[in-house]
């Protein structure tokens, strides 16, 4: 199971961490994964990192704002995002799956989803 949390509402340019717990085993060749949607709009990808932390991919409408990590102790996958924008706001999904893919069919388990809203 997938548990997130830390969304909310900020001024642009501001920042928030969403947080991504993770209950039960975790695999070292595991995607984890951070994807948006706005209400009527498909769902968007925005990050993901192999749970070895080896690899990374970021959407390009977040590179250089936006950077996901994970803490192996806590079993938890972070997305710090800084400078945001109005644009950022949506609910955010965290996913785990095999492939580190940015296609959100290729992920398995999502999390609830954590709303973030950027005021102009």
């Known amino acids: 199971q997938l548990q997130a949390s830390g969304g909310g509402l900020v001024q642009a340019g501001g920042s928030l961490r969403l947080s991504c717990a993770a209950s039960?085993?975790?695999?070292?060749?595991?995607?984890m994964g951070w994807f948006r949607q706005v209400p009527g709009k498909e769902r968007e990808f925005v990050a993901a990192?192999?749970?070895?932390?080896?690899?990374?991919l970021y959407a390009d409408s977040v590179k250089g704002r936006f950077t996901i990590f994970r803490d192996s102790a806590k079993n938890t996958v972070y997305l710090r995002m800084n400078s945001l924008k109005p644009e950022d706001t949506a609910v955010y999904y965290c996913a785990a799956g095999r492939s580190l893919l940015s296609y959100s069919g290729s992920y398995s388990y999502w999390g609830q989803g954590t709303l973030v809203t950027v005021s102009s």
């Open positions: 990192m192999r749970w070895s932390g080896d690899s990374i």
């Open positions: 039960g085993r975790t695999s070292s060749s595991y995607a």
